[in-house]
């Protein structure tokens, strides 16, 4: 049965109130994600992009992503086949650089870096173009300099860190050009071909819908890993959507602990925008949590 509940009058507002509180014990969780991450500036060219079939690739949270995250997204992307592939943020952890204790178990931040390296390289490795939005996790060593008075000089560039390798004369190589295709955005704005535009953050809080309706244009987001969620809304001259992307986590990792008694457990998949109009694709699942290898029957237009 399917119970509207955001239909009932007062509600959007008491949600959005809830959204705030949740995103205030987040804050809590995560440390000020507010805080200007001073983006060092690399200013992607002036392109007109195919946003026909968008491919929405959800907070992976490497390396502590979902075991079947990257075979997932690569039969996603072959039944898709993409005009273009955008990334809700948190692509990292930084689960050791956290600004909350992390687990003595688990990587220092030394270790845990190359992981994700590694983990990038394999990503981008299947996704040469990749526009991605700085987010509270894949932002973290920016956040953490910032805090403890780092100058911006200092901080290398996200593609530098993921995948750069600083020669002894100090110049920075990038082995087989890795990652001169990702963009990062701290705000990405999408042209749909039916002359719409959705706007992409990594969280715009936890009322998405309201969101869309106060911005009057379609939402996209990260970030809230129990949802993978599409909703619809009519405005007095167009119709709007929003999307949250779910998650490719992995449930079981220590690192993803503090989440473990919540009623609602992390929603494992991606999304897609086709022809305008977004869509959920959760990841199918057998008992163990791992991916079945099928894909979910996704309507398309
Ligand atoms: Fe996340």
Not at 245 to 263: K, S
Request: aromatic share 6%; charged share 25%.
């Amino acid at each position: 049965m399917n119970i509207d509940l955001t239909g009932a009058m007062g509600l959007d507002i008491m949600i959005s109130r809830m959204g705030d509180i949740i995103d205030a014990k987040l804050a809590e969780r995560f440390g000020p994600a507010g805080t200007p991450p001073k983006a060092k500036r690399r200013i992607k060219p002036a392109t007109t992009h195919d946003n026909s079939r968008v491919l929405v690739v959800p907070d992976l949270h490497v390396p502590y992503n979902h075991p079947d995250a990257f075979s997932f997204l690569v039969a996603v992307r072959d039944w898709l086949k993409p005009t273009r592939v955008i990334c809700t943020g948190d692509e990292v952890d930084n689960h050791a650089m956290s600004f909350h204790t992390s687990d003595p178990d688990l990587d220092s931040a030394g270790p845990e870096l190359e992981k994700s390296r590694a983990g990038m390289a394999e990503l981008e490795r299947h996704f040469k173009q990749l526009d991605l939005v700085t987010s509270n996790h894949g932002s973290l060593s920016r956040r953490k300099a910032y805090e403890h008075g780092i100058p911006e000089r200092l901080i290398t560039h996200y593609r530098h860190t993921l995948f750069g390798e600083t020669e002894d004369d100090g110049t920075v190589e990038y082995p087989e050009d890795r990652g001169a295709g990702w963009w990062w955005h701290d705000e990405l704005v999408i042209d749909l071909p039916d002359g719409r535009h959705a706007v992409m953050r990594h969280t715009w809080g936890a009322n998405l819908k309201l969101m869309a309706q106060r911005n009057g244009c379609c939402l996209i987001q990260g970030h809230h890993h129990g949802l993978l969620d599409v909703q619809h809304a009519q405005l007095a001259r167009q119709r709007i959507w929003s999307l949250t992307a779910g998650c490719l986590v992995d449930p079981e990792c220590p690192a993803m602990a503090y989440g473990r008694g919540n009623a609602v457990q992390p929603m494992i998949g991606c999304a897609a925008i086709i022809d305008s109009e977004p869509c959920a694709i959760p990841m199918p699942l057998d008992r163990r949590g791992r991916w079945t290898g099928r894909l979910p029957v996704v309507p398309t237009a």
